[in-house]
């Protein structure tokens, strides 16, 4: 059994929307499970130790939407590692929202299905950086039948990639498709806004009600936002996820959060950055859009936490995304930058800085020591 305790740690977020925060100044891991979270936690001699010297500890973020091929290599923008790069902006985990840039993509019901399947299967056994990837983001396509999506679901797809990709576009069949991966257990991601790569198509309201997504994907455009009316239709007729990423339009982000806390629908919000894509790749992108969530959305930095960790982990039920005992140990240390206005962590994130993270722990190992892509944390973590 090892263990892993850190110390001295200034302030716990917890990635729990309604209850932000955590009393406590250690955390203990023991094998690749948060243990316990408490004030003054002791370990076994041998445990490796980490000082945190009065810095802040968030959840691993999740980028929920990712669009990544096969292994750690990006074919729309030709970069290689940027899945381990990203783990230096504080990510841990990744879920696909379709792996369309596949070079060749095979079309037709077969070939999405045997995409899905290799793509779940791959990412399994595939962690760049130590990155947990959920691949296999299925793209719908004329002729899947019902038993294809059992076929799927028990080869190990756990999810459809955005709904509108894929040049597909008969939308009675989409969502009695839907129906079927909602029967299955798949998660289903939709894509919102202005057409994004060719064959996809401009996907509003009236889509999404029809087809009552789970999530819906980039409110704040993948790359073009749809109108405010048809984002206020979505908050108040669907029961969706609603998604800000990194690579959409960045002025009406206050706009969609104003319509979520009208409708009392800010525990709906989740963070991702839908990158790789024309807008490119972007490392630090959960941060960056952390810190527009809180700075320009007026939220406060640990709710904007929340909706990059536990809010979208429980959509996903994954065994992680908050700082509690029994679930997976991703964390990150971050301070604020040298140099910040800002004094700590929070604070950097509420005044639109990009944090400094000076450690990022998967599985109870530190597999990132002073990020390589953030400015230097002001307090660094010492190991040992
Ligand atoms: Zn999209």
Same mark, same amino acid.
């Given at each position: 059994m090892k263990e892993m305790l850190i110390h001295s740690i200034g302030q716990i977020v917890s990635g729990d929307f309604a209850s932000p925060f955590i009393d406590g100044d250690s955390i203990l891991i023991r094998d690749?499970?948060?243990?316990?979270v408490g004030y003054g936690l002791s370990a076994d001699a041998d445990a490796t130790t980490i000082n945190a010297d009065g810095t802040t500890v968030i959840p691993g973020l999740i980028d929920s939407h990712?669009?990544?091929?096969?292994?750690? !290599?990006?074919?729309r923008q030709r970069v290689v590692d940027f899945i381990a790069s990203c783990v230096h902006g504080g990510v841990t985990r990744m879920i696909s929202a379709g792996e369309v840039h596949m070079p060749g993509r095979p079309?037709? %019901?077969?070939?999405?299905?045997?995409?899905?399947?290799?793509?779940?299967?791959?990412?399994?056994?595939?962690?760049?950086?130590g990155m947990k990837?959920?691949?296999?983001?299925?793209?719908?396509?004329?002729?899947?039948?019902e038993a294809d999506f059992e076929e799927m679901a028990t080869a190990g797809v756990k999810h459809l990639g955005e709904v509108g990709l894929g040049g597909y576009h008969d939308w009675n069949k989409i969502a009695e498709m839907v129906q079927w991966a909602k029967h299955c257990g798949m998660t289903v991601m939709m894509h919102i806004?202005?057409?994004?790569?060719?064959?996809?198509?401009?996907?509003?309201?009236?889509?999404?009600?029809?087809?009552?997504?789970?999530?819906?994907?980039?409110l704040n455009g993948g790359p073009t936002a749809p109108s405010l009316a048809d984002i206020e239709r979505i908050i108040a007729e669907t029961d969706a996820a609603l998604e800000i990423i990194q690579c959409g339009n960045a002025a009406i982000i206050p706009r969609i959060l104003d319509l979520a806390r009208q409708h009392a629908a800010l525990d709906r919000v989740i963070i991702g950055t839908d990158m790789p894509s024309g807008t490119g790749v972007i490392p630090l992108g959960m941060l960056r859009t952390i810190a527009w969530v809180s700075a320009l959305?007026?939220?406060?930095?640990? %709710?904007?936490?929340?909706?990059?960790?536990?809010?979208?982990?429980?959509? !996903?039920?994954?065994?992680?995304?908050?700082? %509690?005992?029994?679930?997976?140990?991703?964390l990150v240390v971050m301070d604020a930058p040298i140099g910040s206005a800002a004094a700590d962590a929070l604070e950097t994130l509420r005044i639109g800085d990009t944090p400094g993270i000076s450690g990022?722990?998967?599985?109870g190992e530190v597999v990132v020591r002073k990020?390589?892509?953030?400015?230097?944390?002001r307090r660094q973590i010492e190991v040992s």
């Amino acid at each position: 059994m090892k263990e892993m305790l850190i110390h001295s740690i200034g302030q716990i977020v917890s990635g729990d929307f309604a209850s932000p925060f955590i009393d406590g100044d250690s955390i203990l891991i023991r094998d690749n499970l948060i243990a316990e979270v408490g004030y003054g936690l002791s370990a076994d001699a041998d445990a490796t130790t980490i000082n945190a010297d009065g810095t802040t500890v968030i959840p691993g973020l999740i980028d929920s939407h990712v669009h990544p091929v096969i292994g750690d !290599y990006s074919p729309r923008q030709r970069v290689v590692d940027f899945i381990a790069s990203c783990v230096h902006g504080g990510v841990t985990r990744m879920i696909s929202a379709g792996e369309v840039h596949m070079p060749g993509r095979p079309t037709g %019901a077969i070939g999405t299905k045997a995409m899905a399947i290799v793509g779940a299967k791959a990412w399994g056994n595939c962690r760049p950086g130590g990155m947990k990837v959920q691949g296999g983001g299925l793209l719908l396509q004329a002729g899947l039948t019902e038993a294809d999506f059992e076929e799927m679901a028990t080869a190990g797809v756990k999810h459809l990639g955005e709904v509108g990709l894929g040049g597909y576009h008969d939308w009675n069949k989409i969502a009695e498709m839907v129906q079927w991966a909602k029967h299955c257990g798949m998660t289903v991601m939709m894509h919102i806004g202005g057409a994004s790569i060719p064959g996809s198509d401009a996907i509003g309201a009236e889509h999404a009600i029809k087809v009552q997504p789970h999530i819906a994907s980039h409110l704040n455009g993948g790359p073009t936002a749809p109108s405010l009316a048809d984002i206020e239709r979505i908050i108040a007729e669907t029961d969706a996820a609603l998604e800000i990423i990194q690579c959409g339009n960045a002025a009406i982000i206050p706009r969609i959060l104003d319509l979520a806390r009208q409708h009392a629908a800010l525990d709906r919000v989740i963070i991702g950055t839908d990158m790789p894509s024309g807008t490119g790749v972007i490392p630090l992108g959960m941060l960056r859009t952390i810190a527009w969530v809180s700075a320009l959305g007026d939220i406060p930095p640990e %709710a904007a936490i929340a909706m990059a960790t536990g809010t979208t982990a429980a959509i !996903y039920n994954l065994p992680a995304g908050r700082i %509690a005992p029994g679930l997976q140990a991703a964390l990150v240390v971050m301070d604020a930058p040298i140099g910040s206005a800002a004094a700590d962590a929070l604070e950097t994130l509420r005044i639109g800085d990009t944090p400094g993270i000076s450690g990022v722990i998967i599985d109870g190992e530190v597999v990132v020591r002073k990020s390589i892509h953030t400015p230097p944390a002001r307090r660094q973590i010492e190991v040992s």
